[in-house]
T-cell receptor, first 109, second 115 residues
Framework: EDQVTQSPEALRLQEGESSSLNCSYTVSGLRGLFWYRQDPGKGPEFLFTLYSAGEEKEKERLKATLTKKESFLHITAPKPEDSATYLCAVGTSYGKLTFGQGTILTVHP | ETGVTQTPRHLVMGMTNKKSLKCEQHLGHNAMYWYKQSAKKPLELMFVYNFKEQTENNSVPSRFSPECPNSSHLFLHLHTLQPEDSALYLC??????????????FGPGTRLTVL
C-alpha cells in the first residue's frame, strides 16, 4: 500500500530562520512527487513536481529535492507570508495522488 | 473565471436533504477529481473521471453520487448524509490521468456541514 509520511507535523520559525520539511514515501511505482501549499479555508496550491532522484526545483524562498525514499522542502529566510500547511503527494497509476497529512508552518515576525 | 471554481463555497444541510456540489475547470483539462479533506486527516481521493468516464471510485458510500457531463464540469450529488460526512470537499483537474505524472490543480473547496 502506498504511504506518505510528513514531518514534523508543525514547525514554528522566526522570520529569517531557514529550515526543512520532510516527506518520506513508500510506493510501488513512483510517477511523480508533488508539493502543494494550502492556506486556511482554501484549496491546495501547486508548487513543484519532481520525477527522479537527484532532481531539484526552486521557487523564490522554496527549494524541493528528491531521493529514492524521501523529499525535502527547504525554506530559506522565510517570511510570515510563507505560513501555511505544506502538503506532499505521490503519483502512482491512473492519476491517483496519495497525500501526506501535511506540515503546518508558522513563521513569526 | 480562471482555474478551477467550485460552488457553493459553504453548505449546511440536514441528514434528509439532497444537495449538489458543482465544479468547473477553465484549464482545458481532461481529467477531474473529487477529494474529501477532514480535520487531522490526509486528503482522500473519492472519484476520478478521465474524458468524462469514471476511472476510480475509492470505495465511496452510495450517498455520494458523482456526475461528469463533459470534461469541464463535475458534480457531486449528496443524499442522506451523516454528520461524519462534514468536511471540505475539493475538486481538482489535470491534463489527463496519464499514469500519475501530471500535477493536479485544485479549486477552493466547498465547506460542508451536516446537521
Amino acid at each position: 500500500e502506498d504511504q506518505v509520511t510528513q514531518s514534523p507535523e508543525a514547525l514554528r520559525l522566526q522570520e529569517g530562520e531557514s529550515s526543512s520539511l520532510n516527506c518520506s514515501y513508500t510506493v510501488s511505482g513512483l510517477r511523480g512527487l508533488f508539493w502543494y501549499r494550502q492556506d486556511p479555508g482554501k484549496g491546495p496550491e501547486f508548487l513543484f513536481t519532481l520525477y527522479s532522484a537527484g532532481e531539484e526545483k526552486e521557487k523564490e524562498r522554496l527549494k524541493a529535492t528528491l531521493t529514492k525514499k524521501e523529499s525535502f522542502l527547504h525554506i530559506t529566510a522565510p517570511k510570515p507570508e510563507d505560513s501555511a500547511t505544506y502538503l506532499c503527494a505521490v503519483g502512482t497509476s491512473y492519476g491517483k495522488l496519495t497525500f501526506g497529512q501535511g506540515t503546518i508552518l508558522t513563521v513569526h515576525p | 473565471e480562471t482555474g478551477v471554481t467550485q460552488t457553493p463555497r459553504h453548505l449546511v444541510m440536514g441528514m434528509t436533504n439532497k444537495k449538489s456540489l458543482k465544479c468547473e475547470q477553465h484549464l482545458g483539462h481532461n481529467a477531474m477529481y473529487w477529494y474529501k479533506q477532514s480535520a487531522k486527516k490526509p486528503l482522500e481521493l473519492m472519484f476520478v473521471y478521465n474524458f468524462k468516464e469514471q476511472t476510480e471510485n475509492n470505495s465511496v458510500p452510495s450517498r455520494f453520487s458523482p456526475e461528469c457531463p463533459n470534461s469541464s464540469h463535475l458534480f457531486l450529488h449528496l443524499h442522506t448524509l451523516q454528520p461524519e460526512d462534514s468536511a471540505l470537499y475539493l475538486c481538482a483537474s489535470s491534463q489527463d490521468v496519464s499514469g500519475g505524472y501530471n500535477e493536479q490543480f485544485f479549486g477552493p473547496g466547498t465547506r460542508l456541514t451536516v446537521l
